[in-house]
C-alpha cells in the first residue's frame, strides 16, 4: 500500500501496550505507543507524523498498513453522501442523455412519431407491441416482488405496494385488445417472448434481487414519467386502427397516468435521506446499461413484427 492509499483518520480497534525491551528500542517503541494511543478517528496521517517527528514518516505508513493488514484499525473520515432526491435527478438525467442517443432514434418510435395519417402505422407492428407489452406485465411479479418487502425504508415499502396493487391484473386489460385481434388466453400461454423482452424482465428482477435501489431508478421511464399522453397510442389513433384494438391500451394508460405512477420514482428517493458517494458512482454506471436494454426491448418489437415471421413465436411449433 502507498502513501497515498492509507487510511484518511485511522482509528485503531484494540487497547495497546509495550512489552519489555532494551532502552534504544523502548525508545521507539514509546514513540509507536504514543502514536497508536492517537489514532482514535480525529487525526490524519499528517497530524500522527507532526505530533511525534521521533517515528520516521515511513515508519509511521508501514505502521498504519500493518495494522490495517492485521484489521486493527479502521478508517473515520467522513463518508461522502447525497440525497436521495440529489441522486435520481442526476440519474435522470444521464438516462435522458442517453434516449436522445437510443431511444428518440429507436426505429420503432420513428415509426410512430411518422404516423400521421390512417394507414401509416402497420397494425401487425401495433399488435406486436400490444403482444410484447402483454408478455411484460404477465411477469411483472419477477421483477416487483422482490422489492416488496423493502426493509430499509417504511415509507418507500408503502409505496412499492401502493404501486403493485394498482399495477397488479394490467395484462389481463391487454388481453382484451389481444381478443379483438383474435388471439386467446391459451395463445398467449403458448407464446414467447421476444428476447428483447426476456432480457429486459430478466434484468429488472435481477436489479430487485441485488440493486434495489437501481431498480427504483428505472420506474420512471418504464413508467412514463412526465407523460401526459401516450405516444404510442397517439399514433394508433392517428393510423386510423380499430378501437377495439387501442380502446384497452388507452384505460391501461389512463390508469398510470391518473396514479401518477411516473412520479413513483422521485416519490421512492424523496423518502431515502442519505446515498453515499460509491452507491451513487454505482447507480450512475448502470444507468446506460438499463437504457440499452429497453432500446432493445423497441428494436426487437420493430424488427420481427416489421418481418413476414408468423405473428406469435409458439412453443408448441418449437
Known amino acids: ?11 485503531i480497534r484494540a487497547g495497546v501496550r509495550l512489552n519489555g525491551a532494551d532502552a534504544g528500542d523502548a525508545m521507539f517503541g514509546e514513540a509507536i505507543l504514543r502514536t497508536m494511543a492517537r489514532m482514535d478517528g480525529g487525526a490524519t496521517l499528517d497530524d500522527l507524523a507532526h505530533a511525534e517527528p ?12 500493518s495494522l490495517d493488514h492485521a484489521g486493527l484499525i479502521d478508517d473515520d473520515a467522513a463518508v461522502q453522501f447525497y440525497t436521495g ?8 438525467e444521464i438516462v435522458e442523455d442517453h434516449c436522445k442517443e437510443t431511444i428518440f432514434r429507436n426505429p420503432f418510435w420513428e415509426a410512430c412519431m411518422a404516423a400521421q395519417q390512417p394507414g401509416e402505422l402497420p397494425e401487425k407492428l401495433a ?14 411479479s419477477y421483477f416487483d416482488a422482490p422489492v416488496l418487502s423493502y426493509v430499509a ?11 403493485f396493487s394498482e399495477e397488479y391484473g394490467h395484462d389481463e386489460i391487454l388481453m382484451r385488445a389481444l381478443n379483438y385481434v ?21 434484468a429488472l428482477a435481477h436489479w430487485a434481487h441485488s440493486e434495489p435501489l437501481f431498480f427504483f431508478a428505472t420506474l420512471g421511464l418504464l413508467e412514463g414519467q412526465t407523460m401526459k399522453q401516450d405516444s404510442f397510442i397517439d399514433a394508433c389513433e392517428r393510423a386510423g386502427l380499430p378501437d377495439g384494438l387501442v380502446g384497452p391500451l388507452k384505460i391501461h394508460a389512463n390508469i398510470n397516468i391518473g396514479k401518477a405512477h411516473g412520479n413513483l420514482t422521485r416519490a421512492i428517493f424523496k423518502e431515502i435521506p442519505v446515498i453515499e458517494s460509491a ?38 411449433e418449437l
Not at 399488435?127 to 411483472?140: A, C, D, P, S, Y
Not at 425504508?153 to 404501486?163: M, Y
Open 1 to 11: 500500500m502507498s502513501e497515498n492509499m492509507t487510511l484518511l483518520r485511522p482509528r
Open 54 to 65: 521521533a517515528l520516521p514518516r515511513q515508519d509511521l505508513v508501514s505502521l498504519v498498513q
Open 85 to 92: 432526491s440529489e441522486v435520481i435527478l442526476e440519474l435522470e
Open 127 to 140: 399488435i406486436g407491441m400490444v403482444i410484447e407489452n402483454w408478455h411484460f406485465l404477465f411477469r411483472e
Open 153 to 163: 425504508n417504511t415509507e418507500v415499502r408503502l409505496l412499492l405496494n401502493q404501486f
Open 182 to 202: 383474435g388471439l386467446s388466453r391459451d395463445d398467449m400461454r403458448d407464446a414467447i417472448p421476444l428476447p428483447g423482452t426476456m432480457g429486459l424482465c430478466n
Open 279 to 316: 452507491t451513487v458512482a454505482r447507480l450512475k454506471r448502470q444507468a446506460r446499461l438499463f437504457v440499452e436494454l429497453y432500446d432493445d426491448f423497441y428494436t426487437g418489437v420493430w424488427r420481427y413484427y416489421t418481418s413476414d415471421q408468423p405473428i406469435l413465436r409458439r412453443v408448441s
